[in-house]
């Protein structure tokens, strides 16, 4: 079993998936998200699509494990039993889970950066329209001439998801308990 510090923070992930607040973390989660991600882009037609396969693709495999819906309960388990069964293992797929997210989806003009703009879109996209925590979030990065580099907001991720160690540093956690 993994620590009750990191079954914590997997816990305060999955309160981020109820994108449409109806109670469920289900397929029109997915729905609502891409389509305000579409919305808010200024995506071409074709860019369009390829984003929201992107997003399919990215919740079937990392939020759902292959099913059409996950309780707290069934997705803090399958992350503890991958996690039990190989840490070595369970490392690749975190780390694969945000390079394909940050990479793909978050990082709309492939700069190998994250913009502000491309980081407030996100949230707003999840149905977070704080702003100014977004902001303090994104500052906490120490961004460099105004973007945070894919690599570095991808490790937060991965330590976020993967670290049983209460003395390292983890700004995502901060966050999200701020109030993001
Ligand atoms: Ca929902």
């Given at each position: 079993m993994?620590?009750?510090?990191?079954v914590?923070?997997?816990?305060?992930?999955?309160?981020?998936?109820?994108i449409?607040?109806?109670?469920?973390?289900?397929?029109?989660?997915?729905?609502?998200?891409?389509?305000?991600?579409?919305?808010?882009?200024?995506?071409?037609?074709?860019?369009?699509v390829?984003?929201?396969?992107?997003w399919?693709?990215w919740?079937?495999?990392?939020?759902?494990?292959?099913?059409?819906?996950?309780?707290?309960?069934?997705?803090?388990?399958l992350?503890?039993?991958?996690?039990?069964?190989?840490?070595?293992n369970?490392?690749?797929?975190?780390q694969?889970?945000?390079?394909?997210?940050?990479?793909?989806?978050?990082?709309?003009?492939?700069?190998?950066?994250?913009?502000?703009?491309?980081?407030?879109?996100v949230?707003?996209?999840?149905?977070?329209?704080?702003?100014?925590?977004?902001?303090?979030?994104?500052?906490?990065?120490?961004?460099?001439d105004?973007?945070?580099?894919?690599?570095?907001?991808i490790?937060s991720?991965?330590?976020?998801?993967?670290?049983?160690d209460?003395?390292v540093?983890?700004?995502?956690?901060?966050?999200?308990?701020?109030?993001m």
């Amino acid at each position: 079993m993994a620590n009750d510090y990191l079954v914590s923070k997997w816990k305060l992930w999955y309160t981020w998936f109820d994108i449409n607040k109806d109670g469920k973390v289900d397929h029109d989660d997915v729905q609502s998200e891409k389509t305000k991600f579409a919305e808010l882009s200024h995506l071409s037609e074709e860019d369009r699509v390829k984003v929201s396969d992107n997003w399919e693709k990215w919740w079937n495999e990392y939020i759902f494990w292959g099913k059409s819906s996950i309780t707290e309960a069934e997705f803090v388990e399958l992350m503890n039993n991958a996690f039990k069964e190989n840490r070595e293992n369970f490392q690749k797929r975190m780390q694969s889970c945000f390079e394909f997210v940050i990479n793909e989806i978050v990082d709309n003009d492939k700069s190998g950066s994250i913009s502000l703009d491309e980081f407030v879109l996100v949230f707003k996209s999840c149905g977070h329209n704080n702003t100014d925590l977004d902001k303090k979030f994104f500052d906490s990065y120490n961004p460099i001439d105004g973007a945070i580099p894919s690599k570095a907001m991808i490790d937060s991720w991965v330590v976020f998801t993967t670290s049983e160690d209460s003395s390292v540093s983890d700004i995502v956690k901060e966050a999200f308990e701020s109030g993001m």
